[in-house]
């Protein structure tokens, strides 16, 4: 379970740029009544997706949602990053819920999957420890980052990160 949760800190750190900034990034944008609306569409997006995307795994395995996922989260972090309007906007939280939001319940799903039934408990425990530590650690270290590079730049980093990560799933064979 150890692989897939430190994937997951990793994804959970560059999701909690959402959670931390999101409001104060939409103010900058003048994007506040569209913002208001950011979770709503996100939420939407992976209540439809998840079953889906949960069937498709049980079926096909945790690779034909993940490498689309982790394409999604990042391709909604960039174009989060241009977002000056709300179309853009809350494509992005489309995308975004797409991707993480797949991202982090089929990841719980191989984390619990990974280890025989009597350790199940302590790769769900591992798994939100890391998951908590990203939401943790990220609005931190990103809160002193921004001052420097501001949104723009960070989402972008932030989209590159995850696709990177998409690789390290990858050479990790995570299955």
């Given at each position: 379970a150890l692989p897939i949760s430190l994937l997951i800190l990793v994804m959970t750190f560059c999701f909690s740029s959402i959670l931390s900034y999101i409001s104060l990034f939409a103010i900058e944008r003048n994007?506040?009544?569209?913002?208001?609306?950011f979770f709503i569409v996100y939420t939407l997006t992976v209540l439809v997706s998840r079953p889906v995307t949960g069937r498709l795994m049980d079926q096909r395995g945790p690779d034909v949602v993940m490498y689309p996922a982790f394409l999604l989260f990042a391709v909604g972090l960039f174009f989060l990053?241009?977002?000056?309007?709300?179309?853009?906007?809350?494509?992005?939280?489309l995308l975004i819920g797409l991707g993480f939001g797949n991202l982090s319940s089929i990841s719980q799903t191989m984390a619990v999957k990974a280890v025989p039934r009597e350790g199940k408990a302590r790769a769900t425990a591992t798994f939100l420890i890391f998951f908590d530590i990203g939401n943790?650690?990220?609005?931190?270290?990103?809160?002193?980052?921004?001052?420097?590079?501001?949104?723009?730049?960070?989402?972008?980093?932030?989209?590159?990160?995850?696709?990177?990560?998409?690789?390290?799933?990858?050479?990790?064979?995570l299955r």
């Open positions: 994007l506040i009544t569209a913002a208001s609306y990053s241009s977002a000056t309007d709300a179309v853009v906007f809350l494509f992005a939280s943790g650690l990220g609005p931190v270290l990103l809160g002193l980052m921004l001052p420097v590079i501001g949104y723009t730049v960070m989402y972008v980093l932030l989209g590159i990160i995850v696709l990177l990560t998409s690789l390290l799933y990858r050479r990790l064979s």
